[in-house]
């Protein structure tokens, strides 16, 4: 489970205001939400750090991708294709 020292931002004000809930009625149930403080939205506690990459992080993944299939194309292809992996793999992490 996200610790709640963990939570990042909310996603739909930006506040940092977030704090970690245990609702009475759902106690029972072991069920927590992350809640935000400025514009009450709330959510999963499991779920609120996790973000859809935004469209321009998937317009670079994309390419990125393009530029591995593209195959050894210079003296430094390799590198490249490495590079490349990392980058993907960091930008595609970015939603979680």
């Known amino acids: 489970m996200t610790d709640a020292t963990d939570l990042k931002p909310c996603p739909f004000c930006g506040g940092t205001n977030v704090e970690h809930n245990e ?3 759902m106690r029972m149930r072991n069920y927590h939400v992350a809640a935000c403080e400025d ?6 506690l499991t779920e ?7 469209p321009a992080v ?6 990125m ?13 390799r590198s490249w294709q490495v590079w490349c992996s990392d980058w993907i793999a960091l930008l595609e ?4």
């Open 93 to 96: 992490g970015e939603g979680k």
């Open 23 to 25: 609702p009475p009625v």
């Open 39 to 44: 514009c009450c939205a709330d959510a999963p």
């Open 58 to 63: 998937q317009r670079v993944v994309e390419e």
């Open 65 to 77: 991708k393009r530029v591995i299939a593209l195959g050894p194309f210079a003296s430094n292809a």
């Open 48 to 54: 609120w750090n996790e973000r859809a990459p935004s």
